[in-house]
């Protein structure tokens, strides 16, 4: 077999990618970057092209919620999560209150078209090589590689799906992706996009072909990659942006068929990668890649026991999410209630609280490596108001998020953090066939979803909860959504889908909580409202459910000359 002789340098970057099927203790161990030959990738040395494939599934730690914390921490976006940042790379807080603004050149941090097309034309070479020159290696070990592929490729474009694409296409300007499933060199660069439905449709389809083709696990040693449960369990994720309720309840199945279940402990499920819960995870090395979650989500007062490690601006939780969370007994938490009778809760407002609070959100006066977290003013971890100006370290809204650090964890004393990422785990697959068994059909699906629904909640220990109707049951799933899923980059695209920014974002300030010690008060402090916005309200405009495509391509395609989404 002849082969034309090209250089490709395979980037792995140190990262383990890790896909967790029924079990998570083996990682991928690569060595960070090697220099070979289009020769030796299609040689008919499997190791080899496993190499080049592994190299490929960088496109996922892109989208990994700690990895990305400069611009895709996309819960900073809304009201559940605030960044101290104002004058780095991180530009929440000016796009939050229209200082940077999405317009019709850029979709800014959100932007993903060059990239994705990138990828995606990385992904056909593979396609174009395996046709032909595959017949080097076994049927059955290529047809898995094509399998993870066909499915690295498939979520490329839900992601530009999810950032341009457009529902209300009826009209003369399709709203979908442009589909480039083959090379087709200069002749091809001229197309027009997709209508929205068949956009979906083929990135279901190929989601599902690449799902038979996967394996139920992996039994070498070396690898945990993509797996079956992996691939239904994104299927379901997409399904449900598209509204094919049907594929979401499918997906759904598939992936509780391959013995996926909720872990009993929320806490354990970011405590440990091996939870049963998780169906995929990235890993990452601190000495190799890590990522900022330590430096940017612990206490301004953990300094001095991590070697004066220097925090970054902080990243913390609103008031409205820590407000969010019921008590243990399914009660609506009330600052009202607790100020009416403090002795009740101990003189302590942060107790009695639901486990995912406990497991999501560090407070004030928490036990905490050995010391007590001083989140009020003139305290270690105390609060500083933000401000358009220079960025915190410090909490700005009186809490500090917990998800993706570890107590007492000092791996990242001198190096970067290692904490895993979450990339899909069953609550979500729970949650997306709740919302999918609601709307297909009320009147008889009511059952189904409640029980999906009720699920999440047992497992914390919450009563069940019973609505009348669609609009109720929404209202229900939104509330579980925010604080099941609080931090892990969901909230602003639930918004959206749902046609719901505008209302919960819009002409809208956000909150925290200024802690200030009092001995007159009970439990020594006093607790009042706070506006973390400095005095600004935030934007969100109709025309953002489906953000304009890059200034680049319009000039570039002529197919797309003149056709934008609406409002651009």
């Known amino acids: 077999m002849h082969i034309m002789k090209k250089y490709i340098t395979v980037i792995l970057s140190g990262v383990i990618m890790t896909f967790c099927s029924l079990s998570c203790s083996d990682v991928v161990d690569i060595p960070s970057s090697k220099l070979v030959t289009q020769d030796a990738i299609w040689s008919g040395d499997e190791s080899v092209l496993d190499q080049y494939v592994i190299g490929l599934y960088s496109a996922l730690r892109e989208k990994s919620t700690v990895y990305m914390l400069s611009t895709q921490f996309t819960d900073c976006l809304t009201d559940i999560m605030k960044d101290g940042d104002w004058i780095t790379d991180r530009r929440y807080n000016r796009i939050n209150v229209g200082f940077q603004q999405f317009t019709s050149d850029d979709a800014l941090i959100l932007s993903n078209w060059d990239d994705s097309y990138t990828r995606i034309r990385r992904f056909n070479e593979f396609f174009r090589d395996a046709d032909t020159y595959g017949s080097a290696f076994k049927e059955d070990f290529l047809r898995v590689r094509i399998a993870e592929i066909r499915l690295l490729r498939a979520m490329q474009y839900f992601y530009i799906m999810r950032v341009y694409g457009n529902a209300d296409d009826s009209g003369s300007a399709p709203g979908g992706m442009v589909l480039r499933d083959r090379l087709e060199g200069p002749a091809g660069n001229d197309k027009p996009r997709q209508r929205y439905a068949e956009s979906w449709e083929w990135i279901i389809s190929e989601m599902k072909s690449a799902a038979e083709d996967l394996p139920a696990s992996w039994t070498d040693a070396n690898y945990t990659r993509l797996t079956?449960?992996?691939?239904?369990?994104?299927?379901?994720?997409?399904?449900?942006?598209?509204?094919?309720?049907?594929?979401?309840?499918?997906?759904?199945?598939?992936?509780?068929?391959?013995?996926?279940?909720?872990?009993?402990?929320?806490?354990?499920?970011?405590?440990?990668?091996?939870?049963?819960?998780?169906?995929?995870?990235?890993?990452?090395?601190?000495?190799?890649?890590?990522?900022?979650?330590?430096?940017?989500?612990?206490?301004h007062g953990d300094v001095p026991n991590h070697k004066d490690n220097a925090l970054g601006y902080t990243i913390c939780p609103t008031a409205e999410l820590a407000d969010s969370y019921e008590m243990a007994d399914g009660t609506v938490f009330s600052w009202d209630a607790y100020r009416a009778n403090p002795s009740a809760?101990?003189?302590?407002?942060?107790?009695?609280?639901?486990?995912?609070?406990?497991?999501?959100?560090?407070?004030?006066?928490?036990?905490?490596?050995?010391?007590?977290?001083?989140?009020?003013?003139?305290?270690?971890?105390?609060?500083?108001?933000?401000?358009e100006e220079a960025g915190r370290t410090s909490t700005c809204t009186g809490y500090y998020f917990r998800k993706f650090i570890t107590e007492d964890d000092h791996s990242w004393d001198e190096k970067g953090s290692n904490h895993f990422d979450i990339f899909i785990r069953y609550a979500e697959v729970l949650l997306n066939k709740a919302e999918a068994l609601a709307q297909k059909d009320w009147s008889t699906g009511k059952v189904a979803a409640l029980d999906a629904l009720n699920a999440i909640r047992r497992r914390v220990g919450l009563p069940d909860k019973d609505v009348a109707t669609l609009d109720a049951f929404m209202d229900l799933l939104e509330q579980?959504?925010?604080?099941?899923?609080?931090?892990?980059?969901?909230?602003?695209?639930?918004?959206?889908?749902?046609?719901?920014?505008v209302e919960r974002l819009n002409g809208r300030s956000f909150h925290g909580i200024k802690i200030t010690k009092d001995a007159g008060e009970p439990g020594g402090f006093k607790y009042t409202e706070c506006d973390i916005d400095a005095g600004s309200t935030r934007i969100f405009m109709e025309r953002y459910y489906a953000f304009s495509l890059p200034l680049s391509e319009l000039n570039n395609n002529k197919a797309l000359s003149n056709i934008n989404n609406p409002g651009w």
Not at 230 to 251: K, N, P, T
Not at 352 to 375: D, K, M, S, V
Not at 480 to 501: H, Q
């Open 480 to 501: 579980e959504r925010k604080v099941e899923l609080a931090g892990e980059n969901f909230r602003y695209w639930d918004l959206r889908r749902w046609k719901k920014g």
């Open 345 to 387: 809760w101990g003189n302590d407002p942060f107790s009695g609280r639901e486990p995912r609070f406990y497991a999501t959100i560090l407070y004030n006066n928490e036990a905490w490596e050995g010391r007590q977290i001083e989140a009020y003013e003139g305290g270690v971890d105390g609060i500083q108001m933000f401000k």
């Open 228 to 299: 079956k449960a992996g691939a239904w369990a994104f299927i379901s994720r997409a399904a449900l942006y598209a509204e094919r309720w049907d594929d979401v309840i499918e997906a759904a199945g598939k992936v509780e068929e391959l013995g996926y279940t909720l872990d009993p402990s929320y806490a354990n499920v970011f405590a440990s990668q091996a939870s049963v819960e998780n169906i995929m995870t990235i890993s990452f090395l601190a000495d190799g890649m890590s990522h900022s979650a330590d430096a940017v989500f612990r206490p």
